[in-house]
């Protein structure tokens, strides 16, 4: 999303540096750029961005002071990322985060000025179907909603010149004085999908047929809502019942939320104290009780620091190494790469060749190395991947 953004900003005419992990993707970004291709929430592509040859670097050494930084890493790095960033935050650097959940603010108002800081919420989505080369989804007319920390005057003009930067990009913008409603109707959204998917390792449409699942998102969003009310985020019923969820029923689909991508991964780290964590927090700040929201954030917490001695690769034979078929449809794969990439045994590789469809689509390259532990299946966008077990 950070890169997306960027691109949009570069080109709306902000002078964009992006900052990455990666030294391939800044090259990628540098030469030949970025390039987007977005979609409209009924899947009609509604517009192609670049190749936008954007500066990139891996940190920010040799770069002047910043008129603004925004930040677009997960919450659990939101610390680290302002300590790689503070060389070019100068007394004047607006700071901008539209990561997902809640606490980040938090996290930058330790070392930032209240008055600098801008926050809010995105309408959008994107996948990164190859180093620099970016598809995205558009939901609703607004896909940036931004505020401030202060509402003063100062902080609405650069707010708003913000948002131009991007409508010129190409992409809708809105600086609002109350964004906490926006930031809090996609939370809602967030605390029924992304940590409860991971536990039950069900992409969104999947879980959301599941009756005792859509029940258990009920309780979660009654609970959140009455932690919203006591902190005064005004919320629409109307609004969240007519518009926010139905359009987040639609949109859930057949991809597995960023939470759960980030458990099948075995991340140490996930957003869970800026999701359901966060109402389990804010519920005792507020004294509203929070069961359900906590006992989310305590499974999460659980699973994340007992990943290696869970039954379920050792239930599909992992350490004795029964056969698995491994089943790539090429009709499906665009050739992201993503399966060799979260392939721990290197089962699987691309085709050097391009198909007819312009991919390096992904291939078997040695499948009696797979031990079925299903990350492929489960990242895989395109949903192009089966694993069976031999009998
Ligand atoms: S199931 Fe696991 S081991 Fe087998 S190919 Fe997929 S990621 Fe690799
Ligand atoms: S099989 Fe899926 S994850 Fe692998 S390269 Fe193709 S589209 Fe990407």
Not at 237 to 260: D, F
């Amino acid at each position: 999303m950070g890169s997306m953004l960027g691109a949009y900003l570069q080109a709306g005419g902000a002078d964009v540096t992006l900052i990455v992990r990666r030294k391939e993707l800044a090259e990628a970004y540098s030469s030949p750029g970025i390039q987007i291709k977005s979609y409209a929430e009924d899947g009609q592509a509604a517009m192609e961005l670049g190749p936008i040859s954007m500066r990139a670097a891996t940190d920010v050494s040799g770069l002047d002071t910043q008129d603004a930084v925004l930040f677009m890493v997960k919450g659990p790095d939101t610390k680290d990322a302002l300590q790689g960033a503070m060389p070019v935050i100068g007394e004047q650097t607006k700071i901008i985060t539209l990561q997902n959940g809640i606490g980040n603010t938090d996290i930058l108002a330790e070392t930032i000025p209240e008055g600098n800081i801008y926050y809010g919420c995105l309408n959008m989505s994107s996948i990164m179907e190859k180093p620099g080369v970016l598809s995205g989804a558009l939901f609703g007319d607004v896909n940036v909603c931004l505020g401030s920390l202060v509402k003063g005057e100062e902080q609405k003009q650069f707010g708003e010149a913000f948002c131009e930067l991007l409508k010129s990009g190409g992409i809708g913008a809105e600086y609002m004085e109350n964004v906490d409603s926006e930031v809090w109707y996609k939370m809602l959204v967030n605390l029924t999908v992304n940590a409860p998917c991971g536990i039950v390792r069900l992409r969104g449409g999947e879980a959301g047929e599941n009756k005792e699942f859509f029940n258990m998102g009920v309780d979660i969003i009654q609970e959140a809502m009455a932690v919203a009310a006591k902190l005064g985020v005004p919320i629409d019923m109307n609004h969240l019942m007519g518009h926010v969820i139905p359009s987040a029923k639609k949109n859930s689909g057949l991809h597995y939320p960023s939470m759960a991508q980030d458990m099948m991964m075995k991340k140490a780290r996930t957003e869970i104290d800026f999701l359901n964590g966060a109402i389990e927090r804010l519920g005792k700040k507020t004294g509203v009780p929070t069961p359900v929201n906590t006992t989310i954030a305590r499974l999460v917490r659980t699973i994340e620091s007992n990943y290696d001695r869970q039954f379920f690769p050792k239930g599909t034979g992992a350490k004795s190494g029964p056969a698995f078929r491994l089943k790539i449809n090429d009709k499906f794969c665009k050739g992201c790469g993503y399966c060799v990439k979260y392939c721990a045994k290197n089962v699987i590789r691309l085709d050097e060749n391009i198909n007819v469809k312009g991919y390096h689509v992904a291939l078997v390259a040695d499948e009696s190395k797979c031990v079925g532990c299903l990350n492929c299946a489960h990242i895989c966008p395109e949903a192009a991947i089966t694993i069976s077990k031999e009998d």
